[in-house]
């Protein structure tokens, strides 16, 4: 059975900075594609960013684009999120998500496999 755990969050002023992480028990991460979701109250989750297997792949959404970066160590089993330039509007739920293919981390309407329990990040102004 695979498990998916996050950690990180916390509360943080605007421009500060978190790093978030995800692990995965039950099956070895080089076989998984990972990435980060996020949920505000009130609004639909959206897709913050995503990884390859490898590593070599990354995408991002624009709203994130040059302050945070993901990453991930397939010898720890372990996917991070660096979040720097905080701001309120980053306020939300964050998930890691895992799945054996890319497209379902990738496309909307698809789900992926494997979720974690969420990591909250609170982002004062």
């Known amino acids: 059975q695979v498990q998916m755990v996050e950690s990180g969050g916390g509360l943080v002023q605007a421009g500060g900075s978190l790093r978030l992480s995800c692990t995965a028990s039950?099956?070895?991460?080089?076989?998984?594609?990972m990435g980060w979701f996020r949920q505000a109250p009130g609004k639909e989750r959206e897709r913050v960013s995503c990884?390859?297997?490898?590593?070599?792949?990354?995408i991002y959404a624009d709203s994130v684009k040059g302050r945070f970066t993901i990453s991930r160590d397939n010898a720890k089993n372990t996917m991070y999120l660096q979040m720097n330039g905080l701001r309120p509007e980053d306020t939300a739920m964050y998930y890691c998500?895992?799945?054996?293919?890319?497209?379902?981390?990738?496309?909307?309407?698809?789900?992926?496999?494997?979720w974690g329990q969420g990591t909250q990040v609170t982002v004062s102004s």
């Open positions: 990884i390859s297997t490898s590593g070599a792949t990354k």
């Open positions: 998500a895992a799945d054996r293919s890319w497209a379902p981390l990738v496309t909307e309407g698809l789900e992926a496999d494997y």
């Open positions: 039950g099956l070895s991460a080089v076989n998984l594609y």
